[in-house]
């Protein structure tokens, strides 16, 4: 837990594997989600709108955490995936009819089925290879999504996207779908955690330190990090789906490759590898802004400056400067 | 495990509602100061910021002072209604913005449950077609220019057959989906179908293909910058035949960065600086004078917007917001009422403009008016 | 025919420009293993930065042009590498290379606060004048653009290969520990390649912000492109941006004119993957070794 950072992140993970801190990750979960539950209680419409905004953004980040934090693999097409688990979603339910659940899980499986085909012939290469071909796959989803506006709606996006209900409870309302936010996104959390703490989420941590070690060590590291890759996609997929009838309008802005981009740039902020990392740097990416309202556009240049003097000064974002904060705290406390 | 209720805790402060001043009239604008939009966004906030200037020099509306706030929504549709939903939250008395057709789109059923009125610059024509009353149009729809454009190559340029080249964003394709069954029933063929992107580098191969489809003359309709560069990159592949285009083909910002190969641009003009009316022209000067460049019709939109509100809550005499909207529908502003809103302008009941326009021309780096348009419905 | 040559013509301008800004990815790869994302945005910049000293100290362009270059080669040059790389680098190249992402947000929305939202013209150093090549006509300015491209590669591939200090840059590249070990001043090595890449990001800038217009939008394009081109030729040799620049202009303009207008960005990607599958290395670069 008290590893210096530079060492990298190998020893903290292994410190994350002890049974303890994993229950702590756990309970932050559990706590977190009850505390959202409530949260949105006196903080009107646009606060609601705004938490279940952060939870949505930070599903996909989580998945690129996956890809990224625990794989080491840089994926730019994060907010493709995104979009077309969104299309897929708002397609499906608005004009087939059908049921949001279904519609939810067709596009986590449809961004799973890409993923692999996408990663399978670069990682062939070189792990730096997925940066190239996400690229050019992101902005050929980019392209077809807004030329191909007899299915997508083109530039003029697709509106009156329907919300889901829930067994009969209707979810129009900003807290009933905040609430459902919050519960979906406790399930696929909690799902990383399980996922992380396998054997499956061990291999993974193990590519990462270190590919070759692992390869020796008998882990089959091209399928890994390939599965990775595609349930890092699938999570952006999830995100789309509930991205779609939260805000009840889709165009292809949101999916461009600079909100990709964007995106990395959120799972670094929040500290990769860390499993509640993706919380923070969505955060700081979602809500951020709505903070500093005071300085307008400016936000951007204050948003990837932190993101930059974070990276000089504790690559592991802003979770391993809470690591380290609390680490001296208790260091000089005597345990407390 | 702390972190999560520190975070909870700041959230709420942060999204709490700050009070509402007493003396004052709240006004949100919810604009494109970042991303694709930001150029146009930028103008049509800095016309907001020059009325409200105007106005509050003039003692406000109402003796109330505004207050104006500017969101930025980058562009993003989601964001766009987050804002659009704040500003309600925050009581505003009314929502500015945002100018982009897809912003729009996402964010105008807040506005419309609300019951508040929402000032956009969008110019795409499906906008005012889904029946929200509190929607308003600051310029003419690409539905009521386009017409004047096709008879405009019919009878004065007389052209057979036309190349169109547009910018494949909710503007562009708006406006090339809206003169395409105007060529049609004017009888013109459409030579050649030219998308291309905002912000592309080169136009050469358009220029060539538009060349080489040897119609009779050019449909522009494209974004400032794009529009100068294709004008040169045609000059430059000795294109020859007469260039047409609708308001920012021949603005300012177009004359200025194509230089010369502006010259002979001719083509329909709704809301100009260089309009042969005074109080544009007037506008054209404060603006430059205070931000240091030239607007183009985004600044002018914002600028009409706030005296809009103005006029119709001097209109009602009080601040209702929702009879902001009911005021304005079917509404005709006349500049002898309200000087700020520069030419006479009729409010239709689904929110769209009917005003005069012009035909132009741009001669020696100089818009010229050469007829003025009556409006559709006088 | 005449027509195809006028695509053709046009694609090859429009390739030099690409090839000119894809220099520098390669470059940087070569000293550092990263990829520079902020690479068109160095190419936006310094022209805004021109631009910005000419206004704010009303300026004469020469004296404009002469402080806007040098601010930009101190900061994004030098500074870039003691500032950014440096630190960075140490924790490997993942973080490097999101760092630059931060980058080319921060030089772009601080162009626009800074500067302008607007399209500014940007005063061209070559007449405008368009001559004609086998029927089609070809500007003097892009006429410049491939002449330098192609004078530039030619001149960093003699540096390299044909001086002491480029020798010394070039063994940098390939193993720091036995160039240090043999008494290279690395150091000093990855400096200069950095100072030279800023000073070519200047060349690219003066030359294509004339017919681009200087706006803090445009690196995205020109970055993209480059970013491609770089791929195509291969990352790891100089020469790889020039091959890589020309094949994704013409193969852009031939898309534009035989394929469609609305997909013609698709077309250079499908080449990018392409190359991938069959040539992961690119047209002109050698093959690595997996490294550990």
Same mark, same amino acid.
């Given at each position: 837990?008290?590893?210096?950072?530079?060492?990298?992140?190998?020893?903290?993970?292994?410190?994350?594997?002890?049974?303890?801190?994993?229950?702590?990750?756990?309970?932050?979960?559990?706590?977190?989600?009850?505390?959202? !539950?409530?949260?949105?209680?006196?903080?009107?419409?646009?606060?609601?709108?705004?938490?279940?905004?952060?939870?949505?953004?930070?599903?996909?980040?989580?998945?690129?955490?996956?890809?990224?934090?625990?794989?080491?693999?840089?994926?730019?097409?994060?907010?493709?995936?995104?979009?077309?688990?969104?299309?897929?979603?708002?397609?499906?339910?608005?004009?087939?009819?059908?049921?949001?659940?279904?519609?939810?899980?067709?596009?986590?499986?449809?961004?799973?089925?890409?993923?692999?085909?996408?990663?399978?012939?670069?990682?062939?290469?070189?792990?730096?290879?997925?940066?190239?071909?996400?690229?050019?796959?992101?902005?050929?989803? !980019?392209?077809?999504?807004?030329?191909?506006?007899?299915?997508?709606?083109?530039?003029?996006?697709?509106?009156?996207?329907?919300?889901?209900?829930?067994?009969?409870?209707?979810?129009?309302?900003?807290?009933?779908?905040?609430?459902?936010?919050?519960?979906?996104?406790?399930?696929?959390?909690?799902?990383?955690?399980?996922?992380?703490?396998?054997?499956?989420?061990?291999?993974?941590?193990?590519?990462?330190?270190?590919?070759?070690?692992?390869?020796?060590?008998?882990?089959?590291?091209?399928?890994?990090?390939?599965?990775?890759?595609?349930?890092?996609?699938?999570?952006?997929?999830?995100?789309?789906?509930?991205?779609?009838?939260?805000?009840?309008?889709?165009?292809?802005?949101?999916?461009?490759?600079?909100?990709?981009?964007?995106?990395?740039?959120?799972?670094?902020?929040?500290?990769?590898?860390?499993?509640?990392?993706?919380?923070?740097?969505?955060?700081?990416?979602?809500?951020?802004?709505? !903070?500093?309202?005071?300085?307008?556009?400016?936000?951007?240049?204050?948003?990837?400056?932190?993101?930059?003097?974070?990276?000089?000064?504790?690559?592991?974002?802003?979770?391993?400067?809470?690591?380290?904060?609390?680490?001296?705290?208790?260091?000089?406390?005597?345990?407390? | 495990?702390?972190?999560?209720?520190?975070?909870?805790?700041?959230?709420?402060?942060?999204?709490?509602?700050?009070?509402?001043?007493?003396?004052?009239?709240?006004?949100?604008?919810?604009?494109?100061?970042?991303?694709?939009?930001?150029?146009?966004?930028?103008?049509?906030?800095?016309?907001?910021?020059?009325?409200?200037?105007?106005?509050?020099?003039?003692?406000?509306?109402?003796?109330?002072?505004?207050?104006?706030?500017?969101?930025?929504?980058?562009?993003?549709?989601?964001?766009?209604?987050?804002?659009?939903?704040?500003?309600?939250?925050?009581?505003?008395?009314?929502?500015?913005?945002?100018?982009?057709?897809?912003?729009?789109?996402?964010?105008?059923?807040?506005?419309?449950?609300?019951?508040?009125?929402?000032?956009?610059?969008?110019?795409?024509?499906?906008?005012?077609?889904?029946?929200?009353?509190?929607?308003?149009?600051?310029?003419?729809?690409?539905?009521?220019?386009?017409?004047?454009?096709?008879?405009?190559?019919?009878?004065?340029?007389?052209?057979?057959?036309?190349?169109?080249?547009?910018?494949?964003?909710?503007?562009?394709?708006?406006?090339?989906?809206?003169?395409?069954?105007?060529?049609?029933?004017?009888?013109?063929?459409?030579?050649?179908?030219?998308?291309?992107?905002?912000?592309?580098?080169?136009?050469?191969?358009?220029?060539?293909?538009?060349?080489?489809?040897?119609?009779?003359?050019?449909?522009?309709?494209?974004?400032?910058?794009?529009?100068?560069?294709?004008?040169?990159?045609?000059?430059?592949?000795?294109?020859?035949?007469?260039?047409?285009?609708?308001?920012?083909?021949?603005?300012?910002?177009?004359?200025?960065?194509?230089?010369?190969?502006?010259?002979?641009?001719?083509?329909?003009?709704?809301?100009?600086?260089?309009?042969?009316?005074?109080?544009?022209?007037?506008?054209?000067?404060?603006?430059?004078?205070?931000?240091?460049?030239?607007?183009?019709?985004?600044?002018?939109?914002?600028?009409?917007?706030?005296?809009?509100?103005?006029?119709?809550?001097?209109?009602?005499?009080?601040?209702?917001?929702?009879?902001?909207?009911?005021?304005?529908?079917?509404?005709?502003?006349?500049?002898?009422?309200?000087?700020?809103?520069?030419?006479?302008?009729?409010?239709?009941?689904?929110?769209?403009?009917?005003?005069?326009?012009?035909?132009?021309?741009?001669?020696?780096?100089?818009?010229?008016?050469?007829?003025?348009?009556?409006?559709?419905?006088? | 025919?005449?027509?195809?040559?006028?695509?053709?013509?046009?694609?090859?301008?429009?390739?030099?420009?690409?090839?000119?800004?894809?220099?520098?990815?390669?470059?940087?790869?070569?000293?550092?293993?990263?990829?520079?994302?902020?690479?068109?945005?160095?190419?936006?910049?310094?022209?805004?930065?021109?631009?910005?000293?000419?206004?704010?100290?009303?300026?004469?362009?020469?004296?404009?042009?002469?402080?806007?270059?040098?601010?930009?080669?101190?900061?994004?040059?030098?500074?870039?590498?003691?500032?950014?790389?440096?630190?960075?680098?140490?924790?490997?190249?993942?973080?490097?290379?999101?760092?630059?992402?931060?980058?080319?947000?921060?030089?772009?929305?601080?162009?626009?606060?800074?500067?302008?939202?607007?399209?500014?013209?940007?005063?061209?150093?070559?007449?405008?004048?368009?001559?004609?090549?086998?029927?089609?006509?070809?500007?003097?300015?892009?006429?410049?653009?491939?002449?330098?491209?192609?004078?530039?590669?030619?001149?960093?591939?003699?540096?390299?290969?044909?001086?002491?200090?480029?020798?010394?840059?070039?063994?940098?590249?390939?193993?720091?520990?036995?160039?240090?070990?043999?008494?290279?001043?690395?150091?000093?090595?990855?400096?200069?390649?950095?100072?030279?890449?800023?000073?070519?990001?200047?060349?690219?800038?003066?030359?294509?912000?004339?017919?681009?217009?200087?706006?803090?939008?445009?690196?995205?394009?020109?970055?993209?492109?480059?970013?491609?081109?770089?791929?195509?030729?291969?990352?790891?040799?100089?020469?790889?941006?020039?091959?890589?620049?020309?094949?994704?202009?013409?193969?852009?303009?031939?898309?534009?004119?035989?394929?469609?207008?609305?997909?013609?960005?698709?077309?250079?990607?499908?080449?990018?993957?392409?190359?991938?599958?069959?040539?992961?290395?690119?047209?002109?670069?050698?093959?690595?070794?997996?490294?550990?």
């Amino acid at each position: 837990m008290t590893a210096p950072a530079t060492h990298g992140a190998a020893t903290e993970r292994r410190g994350l594997a002890l049974p303890s801190s994993i229950d702590g990750t756990l309970v932050t979960l559990v706590l977190g989600a009850a505390i959202l !539950w409530f949260a949105p209680a006196g903080m009107g419409r646009y606060g609601t709108y705004v938490l279940s905004l952060w939870l949505v953004m930070s599903i996909a980040v989580m998945g690129l955490n996956l890809t990224l934090g625990y794989a080491g693999l840089k994926s730019l097409a994060q907010a493709a995936f995104m979009g077309l688990g969104a299309y897929a979603t708002a397609l499906l339910t608005s004009k087939l009819g059908l049921n949001w659940y279904a519609a939810f899980a067709i596009s986590g499986l449809l961004t799973f089925a890409v993923g692999l085909v996408l990663g399978f012939p670069a990682l062939r290469v070189q792990a730096h290879y997925l940066a190239f071909v996400t690229l050019a796959f992101s902005t050929l989803i !980019w392209l077809i999504l807004r030329n191909e506006q007899w299915l997508t709606g083109g530039v003029f996006g697709l509106s009156n996207i329907p919300r889901p209900s829930f067994l009969s409870v209707k979810l129009d309302g900003a807290l009933e779908f905040h609430r459902f936010v919050v519960v979906v996104t406790f399930i696929l959390a909690a799902a990383l955690w399980w996922m992380i703490r396998s054997p499956w989420g061990r291999a993974f941590m193990a590519l990462r330190e270190n590919p070759v070690r692992a390869a020796s060590l008998g882990v089959d590291t091209r399928m890994y990090t390939l599965l990775a890759f595609a349930i890092g996609s699938a999570y952006a997929g999830f995100a789309g789906a509930l991205y779609a009838p939260l805000v009840e309008f889709i165009d292809p802005s949101p999916f461009s490759l600079s909100q990709s981009f964007f995106l990395l740039l959120m799972v670094v902020a929040g500290g990769s590898g860390y499993l509640l990392g993706p919380f923070i740097g969505a955060l700081l990416g979602v809500v951020l802004p709505e !903070w500093l309202r005071v300085v307008g556009s400016l936000y951007l240049i204050v948003f990837a400056t932190i993101v930059m003097l974070l990276l000089i000064a504790c690559p592991q974002g802003v979770s391993g400067l809470i690591e380290r904060g609390w680490a001296k705290l208790t260091g000089k406390a005597g345990g407390r | 495990m702390k972190m999560q209720w520190i975070l909870a805790t700041a959230l709420s402060a942060a999204l709490g509602l700050p009070a509402l001043a007493q003396d004052k009239v709240k006004l949100v604008d919810v604009v494109e100061l970042s991303g694709a939009g930001a150029t146009a966004g930028t103008n049509w906030k800095n016309g907001i910021d020059l009325a409200v200037a105007d106005i509050n020099a003039k003692g406000g509306i109402l003796g109330k002072q505004i207050e104006i706030t500017h969101y930025d929504t980058q562009t993003n549709p989601g964001n766009t209604r987050a804002a659009v939903q704040r500003a309600i939250d925050e009581g505003t008395y009314a929502v500015l913005g945002p100018v982009f057709s897809g912003p729009i789109g996402a964010s105008m059923q807040i506005a419309q449950r609300a019951e508040i009125a929402q000032f956009v610059g969008g110019e795409a024509a499906n906008l005012t077609m889904q029946g929200n009353k509190y929607l308003f149009r600051t310029s003419l729809s690409q539905t009521a220019a386009m017409p004047k454009i096709a008879a405009y190559l019919k009878n004065t340029v007389k052209a057979g057959s036309v190349a169109v080249v547009w910018v494949n964003n909710d503007f562009g394709k708006g406006g090339r989906d809206a003169i395409l069954p105007e060529l049609e029933k004017a009888g013109i063929k459409v030579a050649v179908d030219v998308a291309t992107e905002q912000g592309q580098a080169d136009f050469a191969a358009d220029a060539i293909k538009v060349k080489n489809s040897n119609a009779d003359a050019i449909f522009v309709y494209l974004n400032e910058e794009e529009s100068a560069r294709f004008l040169r990159a045609a000059k430059q592949q000795g294109v020859t035949k007469p260039m047409v285009g609708e308001t920012t083909l021949l603005g300012s910002k177009v004359i200025e960065l194509a230089g010369e190969a502006a010259n002979g641009v001719k083509g329909h003009v709704g809301l100009s600086i260089d309009a042969p009316i005074p109080a544009f022209q007037e506008f054209g000067k404060k603006f430059q004078a205070k931000y240091n460049y030239v607007s183009d019709h985004n600044g002018l939109k914002g600028y009409m917007a706030v005296y809009m509100i103005k006029w119709a809550t001097e209109k009602q005499k009080t601040f209702d917001k929702k009879g902001v909207a009911d005021t304005l529908r079917g509404a005709t502003i006349k500049p002898s009422d309200e000087p700020g809103i520069m030419i006479e302008t009729t409010i239709e009941q689904n929110g769209d403009l009917d005003r005069e326009s012009f035909l132009a021309e741009v001669k020696d780096g100089k818009q010229v008016i050469t007829a003025t348009l009556p409006k559709i419905k006088p | 025919m005449a027509e195809f040559i006028a695509y053709l013509i046009a694609g090859i301008a429009t390739g030099a420009i690409y090839a000119l800004a894809a220099i520098g990815f390669t470059l940087v790869w070569q000293t550092s293993q990263t990829i520079n994302f902020a690479q068109g945005e160095f190419v936006m910049l310094p022209a805004v930065l021109v631009l910005l000293a000419i206004k704010l100290f009303g300026a004469p362009i020469w004296l404009g042009a002469l402080i806007g270059i040098a601010a930009f080669i101190l900061i994004f040059g030098a500074g870039f590498k003691l500032a950014v790389v440096d630190p960075m680098i140490k924790h490997g190249v993942l973080p490097l290379a999101i760092a630059t992402m931060a980058l080319s947000i921060i030089m772009k929305e601080g162009a626009k606060d800074a500067f302008s939202a607007e399209a500014q013209n940007f005063p061209s150093f070559v007449p405008t004048q368009t001559i004609s090549v086998f029927g089609a006509s070809i500007s003097l300015q892009h006429l410049a653009i491939i002449i330098v491209a192609f004078a530039v590669i030619g001149l960093l591939q003699w540096f390299v290969g044909g001086t002491r200090l480029g020798r010394q840059m070039q063994a940098t590249a390939q193993n720091p520990t036995v160039a240090r070990i043999l008494g290279i001043p690395v150091e000093r090595m990855v400096l200069l390649t950095f100072v030279i890449n800023a000073a070519l990001a200047v060349v690219a800038s003066a030359l294509i912000s004339p017919i681009y217009l200087a706006k803090f939008s445009n690196g995205e394009v020109i970055g993209l492109f480059a970013f491609i081109a770089a791929i195509v030729g291969g990352f790891n040799q100089v020469r790889g941006a020039l091959v890589g620049g020309l094949v994704v202009g013409i193969v852009d303009s031939m898309a534009a004119a035989y394929i469609s207008t609305s997909y013609r960005l698709a077309v250079p990607l499908v080449l990018l993957v392409v190359i991938i599958l069959l040539k992961p290395e690119g047209l002109m670069g050698r093959k690595e070794e997996r490294r550990v």
